[in-house]
């Protein structure tokens, strides 16, 4: 049974970082993408950043390219995401999922997605 826990948010500034955790069981990571996705009050969720660690491939939202960093730590069967230079426009609540690599190529589509972690609230002031 795939399990995702997501933790990391808080308050920020603009202009500030934090850095948000998923820690997964029940399945190995590399056989695994992992993505972070996030939803805004009255908005879709939409994808953030993807990363697949059985060939190092990973995704990028437009809107977070050059800010946001995704990692992983396949012994800890975490996977991280480092966000920095926070624009009020990052605030949502965020969220981790998961899908077999048999199933699911690097994608921000989180219909794509079968495993779901809770969220994690980010809220960035000006």
């Known amino acids: 049974d795939v399990q995702l826990q997501a933790s990391g948010g808080g308050l920020v500034q603009a202009g500030g970082s934090l850095r948000l955790s998923c820690a997964g069981s029940g399945f190995t990571y590399p056989d695994y993408v992992i993505g972070w996705f996030r939803q805004a009050p009255g908005k879709e969720r939409e994808g953030v950043s993807v990363?697949?660690?059985?060939?190092?491939?990973?995704y990028y939202a437009d809107s977070v390219r050059g800010r946001f960093t995704i990692s992983s730590d396949n012994a800890k069967n975490t996977v991280y995401l480092q966000m920095d230079s926070l624009k009020p426009e990052d605030t949502a609540v965020y969220y981790c999922?998961?899908?077999?690599?048999?199933?699911?190529?690097?994608?921000?589509?989180?219909?794509?997605?079968?495993?779901w972690g809770q969220g994690t609230e980010v809220t960035v002031s000006s």
């Open positions: 999922a998961a899908d077999s690599v048999l199933h699911v190529a690097c994608s921000g589509h989180a219909y794509e997605y079968d495993s």
């Open positions: 990363i697949s660690s059985s060939d190092g491939s990973s």
